[in-house]
């Protein structure tokens, strides 16, 4: 049976260590992106000798990965609940308000783009989708307005946006510990997560899910927060 549709989300941070999330500018996609790509780059330094005819590349560094998106803005509202079902309307009793463009589009440049006021700069961002996570800054941002109504209203955008990898050297170095071998999986809460839940989806059994909890520090492991990031270590570490 399949689950609900998980929607990309991006949670807003004020520094690189992802350790001072900001609640309030969090953006959740209104539609999916259609794909995405990642650009892992290799920096390579090949000196030629004289009289040579190749060369022998030598490893340099790894900059840092390129994440690319293509989201799509829709103000028609036939993308949003309820929009292509008029009884469910009428029956509801109220009329159905669509989330304009601007809104969209403004929302998301709010959560990765714009200078924040009180750090002075754009947030840094976590971007979850399933079980795909990247951490960085928004590079560049491109948006294409497609549809208009009659009063020059955008009714349709596709946004392109880049980000940059961004991690602090703290955060790399605590990174690298958890994904040894003593420790596999991390995932981030969506929406609807329960314990349980996500420990049968990573160990096929949901019994295990109060030795997570006691290996996150869960308090209350029946309140889960959206956008935390939990660990799950290898199955014979929780015995």
């Known amino acids: 049976m399949g689950g609900a549709i998980q929607k990309l989300t991006i949670a807003t941070f004020e520094n690189a260590d992802y350790d001072k999330r900001v ?29 040579a005819a190749k060369t022998d590349a030598k490893y340099v560094a790894s900059p840092s990965t390129d994440l690319q998106l293509e989201f799509l803005f829709d ?22 308000k669509k989330t304009s463009v601007k809104d969209q589009v403004d929302g998301f440049y709010k959560a ?8 002075h700069k754009p947030y840094n961002v976590i971007l979850n989708w399933g079980d795909f996570e990247f951490k960085g800054v928004l590079a560049e941002f491109t948006v294409e307005y497609k549809l208009f109504d009659n009063e020059g209203q955008p009714l349709r955008a596709i946004g392109k946006a880049k980000f940059s990898e961004s991690i602090s050297p703290k955060l790399e170095a605590a ?25 049968e989806r990573i160990y096929g059994d949901s019994k295990y899910y109060l030795e997570v909890a006691k290996i996150n520090n869960l308090i209350n492991f ?8 939990l660990y799950f270590p290898p199955l014979e570490k929780t015995l």
């Open 75 to 96: 103000g028609t509202g036939v993308t949003e609940a309820y929009s292509g079902n008029k009884l469910i309307n009428k029956i509801k009793g109220k009329a159905f």
């Open 175 to 199: 990174e690298k510990k958890f994904e040894s071998p003593d420790v596999t999986h991390k995932r981030i809460i969506q929406d609807g997560d329960t314990l349980p839940l996500m420990t």
């Open 23 to 51: 609640e309030d500018g969090a953006f959740t996609a209104f539609i999916n992106p259609t794909g995405y790509s990642v650009t892992y780059k290799t920096e390579l330094e090949s000196p030629l000798l004289p009289g």
């Open 222 to 229: 029946r309140q889960l927060t959206p956008g935390d990031q």
């Open 112 to 119: 990765t783009g714009k200078v924040a006021g009180p750090i």
